[in-house]
């Protein structure tokens, strides 16, 4: 809308203060989408961190997931396996997948623990929290890398209790200590199907050309014969 056409039909000073009044709720309407816009999508800083003579399974390089949780999804304490899927078994031991989460689980970042700084291991990263997610907590674990079927790693994971945002949202952090790697299990990542058929796809082509030089190219050969007959 114009800004004279409301002084134009309710006259001067009445129009005025329409077209105020206006101006003022459209500023409060964009405050507001920006606000909401603002906690949908929260920075939060989260510190981890141990004394660096204990666990002695834990050390540098050590992999720390960050996981969000949502309304509906189990706390950290109640799941089994520490909300991983379980493979099957190893020497005894249950093969997780470390990269499963339990449902209503959403792993928002992957870090890796630090060298020991005054007598301490941590990390300290910045994530950005979903909207849906209620409360974040960590999963630690002792080796470095996740192998890829068909390797598995023994190791050792511990789980912290969940840390509520709502609580955190207002300094925008959150710290978890000395959590516990008192599990032993062994991890292993398995492809999925369609990684799975890509690296198939890609070995049958590798021996398809390897197959191919091995094969002399007999056009060749046979006009070269012929050339030597005559």
């Given at each position: ?8 039909i309710?006259?001067?000073?009445v ?7 206006l ?8 405050v507001?989408l920006?606000?909401?816009?603002g ?15 204990a ?16 309304h ?15 493979y ?24 890796h ?9 941590s ?6 929290i979903?909207?849906?997610i ?13 192998p890829?079927?068909?390797e598995?790693?023994?190791g ?10 709502i ?5 925008g ?5 000395d ?20 690296i ?20 060749v050969?046979s ?8």
């Amino acid at each position: 809308m114009h800004p004279g056409l409301l002084p134009a039909i309710f006259g001067p000073s009445v129009g005025r203060t329409m077209v105020k009044s206006l101006k003022a709720l459209l500023l409060f309407a964009t405050v507001a989408l920006f606000g909401v816009a603002g906690w949908a999508n929260t920075t939060l800083f989260v510190e981890v961190s141990w004394n660096s003579s204990a666990p002695a399974n834990l050390g540098p390089g050590s992999i720390v997931q960050i996981i969000g949780r949502t309304h509906d999804g189990v706390l950290p304490e109640n799941a089994d396996n520490g909300g991983m899927q379980q493979y099957g078994t190893l020497d005894g031991l249950p093969v997780l997948l470390p990269e499963t989460v339990a449902n209503g689980w959403q792993i928002l970042e992957t870090a890796h623990i630090q060298q020991a700084a005054g007598g301490y291991y941590s990390i300290s990263v910045a994530i950005e929290i979903p909207a849906n997610i209620e409360s974040v907590f960590v999963r630690v674990f002792s080796v470095t890398n996740f192998p890829l079927a068909p390797e598995a790693y023994h190791g050792y994971w511990g789980i912290s209790a969940a840390s509520n945002v709502i609580d955190t949202i207002g300094t925008g952090y959150t710290w978890f200590d000395d959590v516990e790697l008192t599990h032993e299990a062994y991890f292993e990542v398995i492809p999925e199907p369609a990684t799975v058929a890509l690296i198939g796809s890609g070995l049958l082509a590798i021996a398809f050309r390897r197959k191919r030089k091995s094969i002399p190219d007999v056009s060749v050969r046979s006009s070269h014969d012929e050339g030597g007959l005559s």
